[in-house]
């Protein structure tokens, strides 16, 4: 069995802000395009234009329909991937440690090579981050982009996860949580992030972000005015663009 480091230097992670996700799925999408051509083996499709495609994602955005206490509709879009916990139970349960946490900056990773695809590691996720490649016969999981956020060769901007720098609205945050005065830190602190089903034990890093409350104008989201469906805002005037056609 693979054992945890007794610390790490780092804790890379995201904060995920539900506020400004929208659900559009150019995370899902950029995450899909950078992993089929970096690090490990590309992210296998089945059938994919058929009657019942699948493949490998490392990234998914679910949507729910919600109610509020008022009893108004809302819809709340949850992105999904690995939470690169402290106490990583699929790291631990791992038989040939193929499944491995870095000490340098606690980035949760798999080592393809000895991977046998057993299954036990999406077993002991109490997230369900962790997907089979039905091609590769290995278990496939969000690297952070680990080989885009240490390159170089790419601009200094370009230096974080692809889904952080796709997201249109700026919902995603990449950052070091062991560090108090990082960005995903202090964002965390003035938003009241949580962590994700800290009853498990797990103790991941990511944090997500709660939705501001909307009768507060002055905690209201930054794109309230863009959604506005009044004459003054985007949703307006593409709601008067839809009534032409």
Same mark, same amino acid.
């Given at each position: 069995?693979?054992?945890? &480091?007794?610390?790490t ?9 539900l +506020?400004? *996700?929208?659900? *559009? ?5 950029? @995450? ?28 998914r ?21 690995? #939470?690169?916990? $402290?106490?990583? &139970?699929?790291?631990?349960?791992? !038989? =040939? ?11 949760? #990773? ?10 036990? @590691?999406?077993?002991?996720? !109490? ?17 952070? @982009?680990? /080989?885009?956020?240490?390159? $170089?060769?790419?601009? $200094? ?8 720098? =796709?997201? &249109? ?10 560090? !108090? /005065? ?15 089903m800290? /009853? ?24 309230? &005015?863009?959604? +506005? ?12 663009m839809?009534?032409?056609?």
């Amino acid at each position: 069995m693979t054992q945890l &480091p007794a610390r790490t230097d780092k804790k890379l992670g995201l904060a995920i802000d539900l +506020d400004t *996700c929208v659900g *559009c799925q150019a995370c899902v999408t950029a @995450c899909k395009g950078w992993n089929d051509q970096g690090y490990g083996v590309p992210l296998s499709d089945q059938d994919p234009y058929g009657a019942k495609p699948s493949g490998t994602f490392l990234n998914r955005v679910h949507t729910y329909q919600a109610e509020t206490p008022e009893g108004m509709g809302v819809t709340v879009n949850f992105p999904r991937s690995c #939470l690169h916990c $402290e106490d990583a &139970p699929c790291v631990t349960v791992c !038989p =040939t440690g193929a499944s491995y946490k870095r000490a340098e900056d606690g980035i949760v #990773l798999v080592n393809e090579d000895i991977c046998i695809g057993c299954g036990l @590691c999406a077993w002991a996720c !109490p997230y369900g981050a962790r997907e089979m490649d039905q091609a590769a016969g290995v278990m496939k999981k969000c690297t952070l @982009c680990v /080989d885009r956020i240490y390159n $170089e060769n790419l601009p $200094e901007e370009d230096r974080v996860p692809a889904c952080v720098r =796709t997201c &249109p609205t700026g919902a995603r945050h990449f950052g070091d949580f062991a560090d !108090p /005065d990082s960005s995903v830190s202090r964002l965390t602190a003035d938003r009241g992030g949580y962590a994700l089903m800290p /009853d498990m034990g797990t103790r991941p890093v990511n944090r997500y972000l709660p939705p501001r409350p909307k009768d507060a104008p002055d905690q209201a989201s930054p794109l309230a &005015p863009l959604l +506005d469906i009044k004459a003054s805002g985007l949703a307006g005037w593409l709601d008067r663009m839809l009534g032409k056609i």
